[in-house]
Structures are given as C-alpha cells and as structure tokens.
C-alpha cells in the first residue's frame, strides 16, 4: 500500500483507473471485490481517516456487550495493501472532467469512479443537543465515543424517564434507535427496576418499523416492556441542564410543539448525504446520490459508482447492504471499463438485526418494496420471529464477517445476481 505526503501542490494531477472516495466498509469492500477480479487494477481510496469503525457494535457497546475498543481498528490495518492510499478529504467531484479535488490541493484523474462516503450526522439540526451530548443524561449510539455513557446511564437508572427519539428517514440502521430502548429496558427488567421507569419511543414516523411484517414481533415487546408509542413526533430541541426536550408533533392537518421532561434521553440525529455528495452533480433532487438502483451505476454518469449510506437507492442503509452491493459494483464497473453491458443487479438487499432483549434478536432481512429476502430457510431461523441464533449471529458473527470477510472481498452469501 502506498501512502501520499500530506501535502502536495495545488498543480499535482495523479491518475489511477479508479478512484475510490471513502474507506468505509463500501469504499474498502468495493476495492477487495475489483481487485479478486482484476489484481492488476489501479486503485486508490480517499480517505483521512486514521480509524475505522464497525458501527454496527456500537449498539451492542452501548448494551453493555460490546466494549468501545472491539469496534475500532486503526485504518492502516484494514487499508488493502494493493491500493494507493490518499490520507486527506475530498473536496469537490468534477465528474465532468473525470477528477476528484482533494483536500490537499491535489487533483485526481480517473477512468471510473466509485463514490462510498457514507452520510452525515446533523447534530446541529437539534437546537441545544451539541452542548449537552455526554452529560445531564443525554446520550447516543451513533458516536464511538457516546455508546459507553448509554451503558452507563442504563445501569445507573433506578427510577424516572426515559426517551429514545427516532428522526425522519432516510437513517442508517433504522432500527437501531429501538434497538438501544429494547436492551435498555431489558437490563431495567433484569434489575427489577423496569415498573419504576417510565419508557417512551418518539418516533418522528408512523409506525415501529418500515417493513410490516416485522412489526408484530417488535410489539409484543413494547407491550413487554411497557413502552410509550409515541408516532409522528420529531425531537427539535434539547434543555440538557433542565432536562426537557421539545418534539414537534404533526398529524395530516396540524403541527404543535409539545415538552416532555427526561431523566435519560437516547437520540438519534438526523440524517443527510455529505456537503460533497449534496454540493456536486451527482446528486439527486433529496441529495443523494442518484444511481440506479439495481446496477449502482449513476444515471448521468456512466463511469460513476455508488453504494454505502449517500446513496439515493431506496434499500435500507445497513453494513449488510454494503456487502450485497460491493460485488454487484465491482462487476458491472469492469464491464463498464471494457464497453460490456451491466452483468450484475442489486435487489435491495439490507439486514437490520433488532435486538429485542440480550440474547434474542428479530433478524430482519428485506429488499427493495419490503420483500423479505431471508438468507436462512425457516426451520433454521423465523425470519420474522426473535432467535437465539438471530443473536448468536448479530453478537458473535457479524463482527467477523466483516472484519475478514466483507473488508477482504470474500463475498461468501454475498455473490451478485445476475441481471435478467
């Protein structure tokens, strides 16, 4: 693996035959699956990252499973040593002149381009949330560094109330905002404190989960649990030292604010494509990135890719979907470099595994429209039913399938369809 100085000139132009943005799991998987096909591709990634993530963990950290280290690796570890390795951001797509301007000054020349920068986190989108995240009880699984407080504040909670708030879609992981609520009161219920504390899930959409078959499973465990349902309703600003968080409420025909006070509040922040995506001409009307949504290839760039979370494609953002899309990627932008047709389709696939309880888990996987997309036969997991192996698979599994399977291009389940 080569590595670029830190800094270069502004007139420095390297070309590679394709650039990949982003070292995530789409940017690393992708170059895995290009170079098992053809090792004598040129490829590099951006990205100035010096740690990589296994996100999917941080629920678990935040359940008291995981601890915060199991879930990072420093990015040289994972970098594939047959990619260049630009360690700075970049800064504008010009896919016009097929260049990628970097942060550093420097331009990069392509043939194809793959674009896996993942999505934004909004905080800022909340009023009052920035200042008080990681104190006066206020929390969330969607930072590395805030996953321990929810541990800590579950265990420390005998009595009060407890909000978990869901935004607006698109989100990655959609069900990992009730993920955190259901360990949270299953700890509460193991203590014997669950009947003192007042649960609440404001859910800024309509209904627990997007898939509706799912749907039965998760409530029998808000009934379970005691938990508030409380739909159509939006966090928009937080009083940490007061401890009071406003959501606005909407129904067909009215919008009013109400305030509800809080001894512990979990947030889940909106959610946006990057200033780079949203800013440049790949991007749709929402932001996205405006692919096709079976061959991931841009529709008015055809040496354009795309897949992760700042896709426009209506699949569920899960780590799951980046390992379904990463060969479909690899396939059909090969053929796009040798002027073939698009051998490989993508159908949505995406996982969302729901931890209902510690120890049992609704392994939920679906494509586009909802279909269930099931990787196990029903008489070895109810694919709409919480399992012991739906946990066994999301605690002990997943993390290695990842870490040496998805990020190495070993694409085990996880071959492309061919396009009919």
Partial sequence: MSETPA????????????VIVGGGAGGIATAASLHRRQPDLDIAIVEPAQDHFYQPGWTLVGGGVFTPEQTRRPMRSVMPSFVTWHQTHAERLLPESRQVALGDGSTLGYRALVVAPGLELDWQAIDGLEETLGENGVTSNYRFDLAPYTWSLVQAMRGGKALFTQPPMPIK????????????????????????IEVHFHNAGGAMFGVADFVPALDEYVQRYGIHKRFQQDLIAVDGPAQKARFRVTSEDSSEEIEADFDMLHVVP??????????????????????????????????????????????AKTAA?????????????????????MPSGYAGYGACPLTVERGRVVLAEFGYGGQLQPTFPSWVNQATRPTRLGWHIKAQQLPFIYWHLLLKGREWLAKPQART
């Fill in 173 to 196: 992981c959609a069900g990992a905002p009730q993920k955190a609520m259901y360990l949270a009161c299953h700890e509460w219920e193991k203590q014997g404190v669950l009947n003192d």
């Fill in 7 to 18: 800094a270069q000139t502004a007139s420095t132009t390297r070309h590679h035959d394709v």
């Fill in 270 to 315: 909106p959610q946006r494509a990057p200033r780079l995506v949203r800013e440049s001409p790949l991007a749709n009307a929402g932001g996205w990135l405006d692919l096709d949504a079976e061959t991931l290839q841009h529709n008015r760039y055809p040496d354009v890719f795309g897949l992760g979370d700042a896709s426009g494609t209506g699949n």
């Fill in 321 to 341: 979907a980046v390992r379904k899309q990463a060969p479909v990627v690899a396939d059909n932008l090969l053929a796009a470099l040798d002027g073939k047709p």
